[in-house]
């Protein structure tokens, strides 16, 4: 089970992040709590929730980051949770079989009646998607919310990840990166989008779109304007010019 | 990455345990251990104790210890899982070679269990080097320095025990004072390479590759995602000063290589009975300079995840 | 399918709930739409609403927190009445019978003698329309809501201009929009709506600049972000006016058309008309009217008016117009882009290349939509012309000193390029415009046992509508509409406590406040306004004779109320979000909402909107009694449906008539409610697509807006370019005019009361040396809490639980700081600490936090050990709430000086490395009330809901 399956479907269910324009709400983040907290994986405890160290079970983190120095650097805002990676450490690592990617989609999961809490994929997984329950002894992470995706008692339309269905920004996109024809595929290769460390080669699913750059981009419609308005006359001209700018009410 | 006490503990316990049981059964198959009531069983009671201490204290640390058994089924991908199941198998082999020892240290079987016990407890040692050294996202410990390490000082500590027992039982063995300072060197000299080699090199990932952001310029964090600690950070957002972990390397060698190394040399020219002092000195302080080391080992380890909380390298 | 859920023993189809209500999001003021799921009558989800016009189905991060603030440990649980001294947090429990007794006789005595002794305050202000009512059926003119410390400025500055704005007026043409600059906006009201909208025009290839001196939030994903040096927004806009003035860049026919920019002003200097709108006999405003060479009638339509020029008028009077006024203020070389550049910190290169973008844009890429319509005057277009620069501001340029005339200079600068609710440009949000300038005046203070004639807030359009006496002195507790903030169209709630504490300029009898914390975050000088809460004079009586404070939390308020209140949450109760106070309508149409219990309290609260029509029975108010002494409404659901203002007009615009068959105005429905709530909580009506632009001087829309009970009249909406209502100020201050400035007050009026926009430096920095204080300090709401209200909820206090001081990498290196060191924040009001965060992105003059972290020891329920309150800092402790003294000692508001708007932004501040440890005072740790059971020590919600693993 832990082995890769051998027989992947061509499916690979994943999520598409625009760094270009989120906000850093943690929107997802939070809705992802929601949903999960009563989930497949419930709880997602919380410890001293209302004392001087609280934390908890996220499946989803929104980051903060600068690139590049001064003006011409930028903020980016960049949440993370699972890349349901195609080579996931994670998996194989696990010494009993708790840790699986499914064949039929490609989502990587963790059946928890089989953990063992050893937090072995917590260290193999390099982007820190993995969260260990110190209460149930158990390790959990993001479902890619399994039990919406494929939801029948919720209407199509709404079989979506809770954090895309949140998101006020628009900035995550969910569908199968595995067929190159589906609209997050072709969203990725419009905007260029990217893998995150691929260095070291767990090849993930999930992908990143990078920020829009430069003081010109978007600008007016593609054209680039001049770069000052040419005056018409100097101050005191201007005024009697306007005498003879006649239009009626 | 967090130095856990517990896996501190059985790393080096096992290790320990792990290398005088392999001693043993390689020395004894050469003939070169004599079969000695007393001796033998407290060797092989040493041996056993040390593993079966350390793997408890492995398997307490846990979330589920009362599933510990279902670690052994996935022996085809995880090496942690081999290591399990070579731990768990080990038992039974050690246990006839232990056995066979005392009694029937001449038969075909019993050189096989011990052959088999050597074998498995060499492969326990490297499965448990494998965890580590297969983990992408640990630049230092992705390493043919960690699996050489972990060997030669289980190697090394099994050999100080089995040395500080055979002089204080009085064994004859040729040489084995020499080969424990051989070890030593050899140990502090992995060791010395190991850290030379974690201080020269980097891991290919960078702030700039985890967020894909290079393209921009420098990347810095500007908020974390909580405020407080959350998990990822307390198992694997470990830090260590500098100046500390210069310090540590430092009483490690001493502690744990040099100081023993000379202890044998000493023992080396007394009398057997006397000897067995220093050399039980050497064995102790060599295990509490371990601990150190394999604190270190933990400490000075950097997961990518730290990247995005802020660390420039990983 | 079944294969995968056999496969992984996971149950991909668990059922979410058993019962799904429609309601409305009151975790901030934005107020979505959401769908509550319930399992077994427990919360187990809040999502979007996908049919809601305000979010469309999203959810911001706070929204979906809500359930955690159901299972806040800090939720009220009954009245109390304090024990202990003020502040200290020691009460006991009462029953609402004693306490609602309690209350009324209080009131009662105070209406039976002085209605004015009573101060009556509401922090967030979502049912203004009714607590307004109540003050004004009470009879005291001391109330408002938390308006004039928030963005009155914004507000008075759009509604003497356009007769709306930004605030909650408008909003930009998210959709068609091509240029959109985003000024000084951290998250806004407006929360989902503005998300939704920047990620569409980006989508879309459009440009966005965002002003301001942080990079987050919006700022980070603004494709070009101008870092300004806080306080001088006034400048850059101003040099944006005169590069477009000066390449003719500016939509004049739409100035003629829609704007005062031609009318007539009088040149007579020294005489009391000087400044005013030279008017004929029948008061109708003056052109001067180019084909014909004669004066006339401004609001004629034959007429061709000169923007330029001095003209005679009849009784030989010199006149102009006002558009040359304009021109001659902004073609000053003090607007050049050169000039202000070392003030702003903007380029000039790059303030002309924003100019020539912004005129590009406007002039060049003009938007035609292809729709008919009819103007005021019924003359068809057949298409409405459009230009697609569009504008958007908050409190970043509204809390400063200067605040109201940057608003003013942004609106100016919106109607030069025509981009006044045209296609692609600012957009009003209807019940708005409504007449410009504004004509509700505030009401006068009653005499015992009366009630206001009308409601207590209002625009006034002259001195003769100010509230002061013939002294001068202000009536109102607050000195809102006083000649220290004659325009403070919201009141001034952060002067209340001082103002009554110190008997300035009268002494009250209790203060009645409503979900204001005001005894922490929303105060400024927050620990001597805890310290005015619970002064006390010479007698040893507090100088606060009486508080009463509603809230449904331990709020660091609560500990100084003698009275507490405790309210529902928003789960619990009925909430009306009603066109007659502040709308969620979008510019395509009007809406309106309402909130209905979806949870009966656990707890022995009750909704504050019952309580008080409750004691406004019990004090037998106006319209709260029948006459045989029975309460008029049965609670506040009933008064939401059958309440009207007007006849027709009531709370909810949506399924009037008897029958539900009318919108807007109609008589009260009984079913009214029940249609709220089958309908998913909210009523929104498209406008025909005619009516959808140029609202202000668009017939069908115009027409609408009548039937609709929008306006009185369907006349013309004219923009005020020139605000003459602010001339009439100033005159008074040189001498005219029956009510005039008492000395002291007169040479700022004078100043300030400009008809034309104008910038000035902010009071704080011209008072304080920049030797001494040489950085700007500004705070930013985070998007994942709001204000006070988070701190208590388990899932976002995670996220943030302490606040860092954020520095420029430049400014640090220059104070030999490193990240995570500690630093005195030191202004001249006082000093705290915080730990520095360094930063690429922020104005290197500026330093800034997140508002609202820091809490009290012991307050919301939290640990004493809490980070919020050991590590966190409050900016608030630093600001001062006066100006320094001027002569003759007087220490005005820091305020803005035309709309009493609390000038936060303009803190300077000084800040020097410190140790971890450096002690800085503050305030003992609250004790519980009685009997509350222990905080959890984890959370396990959700594992009730945990689907059992299907079959393997
Ligand atoms: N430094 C600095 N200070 C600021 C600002 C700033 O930008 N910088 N901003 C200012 C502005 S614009 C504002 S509007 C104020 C906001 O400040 P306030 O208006 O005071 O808002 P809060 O303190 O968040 O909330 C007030 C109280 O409402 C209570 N409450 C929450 N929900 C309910 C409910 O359902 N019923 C009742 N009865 N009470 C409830 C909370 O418990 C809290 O005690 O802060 C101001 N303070
Ligand atoms: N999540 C969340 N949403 C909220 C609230 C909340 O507490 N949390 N509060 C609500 C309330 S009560 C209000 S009033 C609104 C306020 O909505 P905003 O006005 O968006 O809120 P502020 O945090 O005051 O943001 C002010 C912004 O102006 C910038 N700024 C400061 N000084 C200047 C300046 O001189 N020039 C320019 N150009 N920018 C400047 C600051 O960096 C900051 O980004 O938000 C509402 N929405
Ligand atoms: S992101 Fe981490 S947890 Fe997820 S599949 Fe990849 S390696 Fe595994
Ligand atoms: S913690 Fe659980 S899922 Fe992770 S490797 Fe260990 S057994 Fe597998
Ligand atoms: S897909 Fe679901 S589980 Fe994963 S981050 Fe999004 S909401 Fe969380
Ligand atoms: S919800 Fe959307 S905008 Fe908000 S943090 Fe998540 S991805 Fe970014
Ligand atoms: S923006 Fe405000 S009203 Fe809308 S979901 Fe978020 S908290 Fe609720
Ligand atoms: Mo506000």
């Not at chain 1, 199509?156 to 595995?178: K, N, Q, T």
């Not at chain 2, 000897?275 to 302080?285: E, I, K, R, S, V």
């Not at chain 3, 979806?598 to 029975?617: E, I, M, N, S, T």
């Not at chain 3, 002494?629 to 009531?650: C, L, Q, V, W």
Request: net charge neutral; glycine share 8%; charged share 20%.
């Amino acid at each position: 089970m832990t082995s890769l399956p051998d027989r992947v479907s061509g499916k690979q269910l994943g999520l598409v992040i625009d760094l270009d324009t989120c906000v850093g709400c943690h929107a997802c983040a939070v809705s992802c709590k929601q949903w999960n907290a009563g989930g497949v994986s419930a709880p997602l405890t919380d410890f001293e929730p209302y004392g001087a160290e609280p934390s908890g079970v996220w499946f989803n983190r929104v980051h903060s980051f600068e690139a590049g120095d001064g003006v011409d650097g930028r903020t980016v805002h960049f949440p993370k949770s699972c890349l349901h990676c195609a080579e996931p450490a994670c998996v194989t690592v696990c010494p009993t079989g708790a840790s699986y990617k499914r064949a039929e989609d490609g989502i990587v999961l963790v059946n928890e009646d089989l953990c063992i809490g050893c937090k072995l994929c917590s260290w193999a997984c390099p982007y820190g998607a993995r969260e260990f329950d110190d209460d149930a002894g158990v390790m959990k992470k993001c479902t890619l919310c399994i039990d919406r995706i494929y939801n029948e008692h919720l209407p199509e339309a709404e079989r979506l990840p809770a954090c895309v269905a949140s998101c006020p920004s628009g900035a995550r996109h969910f569908g199968d990166l595995g067929d190159p024809s589906s609209d997050v595929s072709k969203l990725v290769a419009e905007r260029g989008g990217f893998d995150l460390m691929p260095e070291l080669g767990y090849r993930p699913v999930n992908k990143y779109l990078p920020p829009r750059r430069g003081a010109h981009c978007g600008s007016v419609a593609g054209r680039a304007p001049a770069d000052a308005l040419v005056p018409t006359g100097d101050a005191a001209s201007k005024l009697l010019s306007w005498l003879d700018r006649l239009l009626s009410r | 990455m967090h130095p856990a006490l517990s896996v501190i503990v059985f790393t080096v316990l096992s290790g320990a345990g792990y290398g005088l049981l392999f001693l043993a059964a390689i020395l004894a198959i050469g003939g070169v251990l004599p079969a000695a009531f007393w001796f033998d069983g407290c060797v092989a009671v040493l041996a056993l104790a040390m593993i079966s201490i350390g793997l408890s204290s492995s398997v307490l640390h846990l979330g589920r210890p009362e599933r510990a058994w279902r670690a052994m089924s996935q022996w085809r991908s995880s090496w942690l899982s081999r290591e399990g199941v070579t731990a768990l198998v080990c038992y039974p082999a050690a246990l006839m070679f232990a056995t066979g020892w005392l009694w029937w240290a001449d038969s075909m079987w019993w050189r096989l269990a011990a052959a088999i016990t050597a074998v498995l407890a060499a492969a326990t040692v490297a499965c448990t080097a494998m965890i580590y050294a297969s983990l992408k996202p640990v630049h230092q410990w992705r390493s043919a320095w960690v699996p050489a390490a972990y060997g030669v000082l289980a190697l090394y500590s099994g050999c100080l025990w089995l040395d500080a027992l055979r002089l204080g039982f009085d064994v004859p063995v040729p040489h084995l004072n020499l080969a424990a300072v051989a070890l030593a060197l050899a140990g502090a000299g992995i060791k010395i390479a190991y850290w030379r080699h974690i201080e020269r090199t980097r891991s290919p990932a960078t702030p700039e590759s985890a967020t894909g952001l290079g393209h921009i310029g420098k990347v810095r964090m500007l908020d974390p995602p909580h405020t407080q600690e959350n998990y990822l950070l307390r198992e694997m957002g470990f830090k260590i000063g500098r100046k500390h972990r210069r310090k540590l390397r430092r009483i490690c060698i001493g502690l744990g290589f040099a100081a023993p190394a000379l202890l044998v040399l000493i023992a080396d020219f007394l009398a057997p009975t006397a000897a067995a002092a220093p050399a039980l000195l050497a064995a102790l302080l060599a295990m509490a300079g371990l601990l150190i080391e394999r604190w270190l080992f933990f400490a000075e380890a950097r997961h990518t995840v730290s990247l995005y909380y802020g660390a420039e390298a990983a | 399918m079944s294969e995968s859920r056999q496969s992984t023993g996971v149950d991909l189809s668990p059922v979410v709930s058993d019962r799904v209500e429609t309601t409305t999001c009151y975790m901030c003021a934005c107020r979505c739409g959401i769908r509550v799921h319930l399992r077994d009558g427990k919360l187990r989800f809040i999502e979007g609403n996908p049919d809601h016009p305000v979010n469309r189905g999203v959810l911001c991060g706070k929204g979906a927190a809500g359930i955690m603030k159901q299972k806040s440990p800090a939720k009220l649980r009954k009245p109390l009445l304090r024990t202990g001294e003020r502040g200290r947090g020691e009460f006991r429990e009462i029953e609402w019978d004693e306490a609602l007794a309690l209350a009324a006789t209080w009131l009662g005595e105070i209406r039976r003698t002085d209605p004015k002794r009573l101060a009556f305050y509401t922090g967030r202000d979502q049912a203004q329309a009714f607590t307004s009512w109540w003050a004004e059926a009470f009879g005291t003119v001391n109330y408002a809501a938390h308006g004039g410390f928030c963005s009155v400025s914004m507000a008075a500055a759009g509604m003497y201009t356009l007769g709306g704005g930004f605030w909650e007026f408008g909003e930009p043409d998210f959709e068609q929009t091509r240029y959109f600059m985003l000024f000084g906006v951290a998250e806004d009201h407006s929360s989902n709506p503005i998300k939704i909208g920047i990620s569409r025009l980006k989508q879309r290839g459009a440009k966005f600049v965002s002003v301001n001196p942080v990079r987050t939030g919006y700022s980070a994903v603004a494709d070009e972000w101008l870092g300004i040096r806080p306080g001088t927004d006034g400048l850059f806009i101003g040099a944006l006016i005169r590069e477009l003035l000066l390449a003719d860049q500016v939509d004049f026919a739409y100035l003629v058309r829609y704007t005062n920019a031609p009318w007539l002003v009088i040149d007579a200097p020294g005489t009391a008309e000087h400044g005013l709108f030279a008017r004929d006999a029948q008061g109708a405003p003056l052109c001067w009217d180019a084909s014909t060479k004669a004066v006339a009638d401004a609001s004629g339509t034959g007429v061709t008016p000169a923007l330029a020029g001095r003209y005679r008028l009849a009784d030989g009077r010199d006149a102009v117009p006002a558009f040359q006024l304009l021109a001659e203020r902004f073609l000053d070389d003090a607007y050049a882009p050169e000039a202000v550049a070392a003030e702003t910190g903007i380029a000039a290169k790059t303030t002309r290349r924003i100019a020539a973008e912004i005129a590009d844009v406007a002039f060049r890429q003009e938007l035609v939509l292809d729709v008919p319509w009819t103007d005021w005057a019924g003359r068809r277009h057949d298409k409405m012309i459009g230009r697609p620069v569009s504008f958007h501001a908050m409190r970043g340029i509204s809390a400063h000193s200067n605040g109201f005339h940057t608003c003013r200079a942004l609106h100016v600068l919106q109607l030069l390029l025509g981009a006044i609710d045209s296609p692609g440009g600012f957009r009003y949000k209807p019940p708005y415009p409504k007449s410009c300038p504004p004509h509700a005046k505030p009401s006068r203070p009653a005499e015992a046992n009366h009630s206001l004639a009308g409601p207590p807030l209002g625009y006034p359009l002259s001195p003769d509508d100010l509230l002061v006496d013939t002294d001068g002195r202000p009536l109102r507790i607050d000195k809102a509409f006083s000649w220290e903030a004659p325009l403070a169209a919201h009141g001034m709630l952060h002067t209340v406590i001082a103002n009554a504490a110190n008997a300035d300029p009268y002494a009250i009898d209790t203060l009645f406040l409503f979900m204001a914390n005001m005894g922490w975050n929303s105060a400024m000088n927050s620990r001597g306004t805890a310290d005015m809460l619970a002064a006390k004079d010479a007698s040893g009586a507090y100088r606060i004779p009486r508080i009463i404070y509603v809230d449904a939390f331990y709020s660091e308020t609560v500990a100084f109320a003698d009275l507490v209140l405790p309210d529902t949450t928003y789960l619990e109760r009925y909430d009306c979000i009603s066109l007659l106070d502040r709308p969620i309508s979008s510019a395509d149409g009007p809406a309106d909402a309402i909130r209905h219990p979806v949870l009966a309290p656990d707890r022995d609260v009750r909704p504050f909107q019952d309580v008080l029509l409750d004691l406004g029975a019990r004090l037998g108010l106006p319209g709260m009694v029948r006459g045989n002494g029975k309460p008029t409404y049965s609670g506040f659901a009933d008064y939401m449906a059958r309440y009207e203002r007007k006849p027709g007009i009531g709370l909810l615009a949506g399924w009037r008539g008897e029958r539900g068959e009318a919108t807007g105005k109609g008589a009260p429905n009984p079913e009214q409610i029940a249609a709220y709530v089958a309908n998913g909580a909210f009523w929104h009506e498209e406008l025909p697509v005619t009516a959808r632009f140029f609202k202000h001087a668009n017939r069908d829309y115009l027409d609408y807006a009548v039937r609709m009970g929008f306006l009185d009249a369907a006349d013309p909406i004219v923009l005020q370019l020139y605000v003459e209502p602010l001339q009439k100020f100033r005159l008074a201050a040189e001498g005219h005019g029956k009510v005039r400035p008492p000395p002291a007050h007169r040479e700022r009026v004078r100043r300030f009361f400009d008809p034309l926009p104008l910038w000035y430096r902010p009071f704080e920095e011209a008072a304080t040396e920049s030797v001494d204080y040489p950085l700007h300090a500004i705070t930013q709401r985070p998007m994942i809490m709001y204000h006070a209200w988070d701190s208590q909820n388990a899932w976002l206090r995670q996220i943030i639980s302490e606040n860092r001081l954020y520095v420029s990498r430049a400014t640090a290196a220059g104070l030999g700081l490193a990240d995570d060191d500690w630093v005195s924040i030191e202004s001249r009001h006082g000093r705290i600490k915080g730990q520095v965060r360094l930063m690429e992105g922020v104005n290197a003059d500026t330093v800034w936090t997140w508002n609202a972290i820091a809490k009290r020891a012991g307050a919301w329920n939290l640990a004493p050990d809490a980070p919020e309150a050991t590590r966190a800092f409050l900016l608030n402790d630093i600001i001062s709430d006066l100006l320094p003294a001027r002569e003759g000692g007087y220490r005005y508001s820091n305020s803005d000086p035309v709309t009493g708007q609390a000038a936060w932004y303009d803190l300077r501040v000084r800040i020097a490395k410190c140790a971890a440890d450096a002690v800085s005072a503050r305030a003992e740790a609250l004790a519980m009330p009685p009997g509350w059971p222990p905080r959890p020590a984890i959370l396990r919600f959700g594992a009730e809901f945990r689907p059992r693993e299907a079959s393997k």
